[in-house]
């Protein structure tokens, strides 16, 4: 079956339920909104009419999936779907074996570690986990509703130091490559010779380049599957507000970056590796 880049559809086979992609795309929006939606906005959103809207979210109550607000004539997202995912990842034992080695990274830095996994497929990456040292009282949000940068923030770029260009580069045309910050690279050049450099050296640095007041360092987890060849499972990064870490700082922070990373690819679950079989190879 053919990639899909990040964040985008397969292309549309017959064996496609438009029904149930409309589906998640509800599911995603509402995931994203404290306040919930009103039918006609969802409508709106989804460029259709309300009768299917209706529809659709009537069977997502159904399944217990969202919930009406009868007083503001709002939905919102259950947990159940949260639920799915909590139980899926015990499962797979992951997040079980990874929490030591992140903890112990985040109490020795004082600053936010967090775990990104890279979804079945190869396609896309996503935070999972996070740890906050509890050394300084001055903390950047770990927010997961953000969707990974792939040139602007490290984890993306650690990620895609591992993938031949070529495929990085799909990734990151199908994202775009628009300047978050004054400090964003978005040069297809310029992030090519920073992504030979990030392989070279087994980190990446992001310095202000997504988010103004906010630098992190991050190296990708490279983990033997039971295709014999090391892939990038997943990533490690530490972030901290630029007022407390310069550039220099971050860059020391990075052995301490990959030895966690090398020791979470050491005990990555079989289980994960077992459903990466479709992730690009690493780069020689």
Known sequence: MAKVAAGARPEKIDETIVSVERAFDIIGM???????????????RLDLNKAIVSKLLNTLESQMLVWRDERAQRYYLTYRISNLGLRHLQTSRLLDQ??????????????LVRLAIVEPGGQRIVWVQSFAGSKRSLRIDPNYTLEIGLHTHATGKAWLSTLPFADALKLLMHQGIEASTAHSKTSISDIRAELEEVARRGFALSYEENELGVGAVAAPILASTLGGAPECVGVVSLAAPTNRMSRADLESCGSFVMATTRRLGETWPLEARARSGAFPRMVE
């Not at 990874?98 to 600053?111: D, I, N, P, V, Y």
């Open 30 to 44: 509402l995931a994203d909104s404290v306040d919930g939606f009103p039918l006609a906005e969802i409508a709106r």
């Open 98 to 111: 990874c929490s030591a080695a992140l903890r112990q990274l985040a109490e020795e830095t004082g600053e």
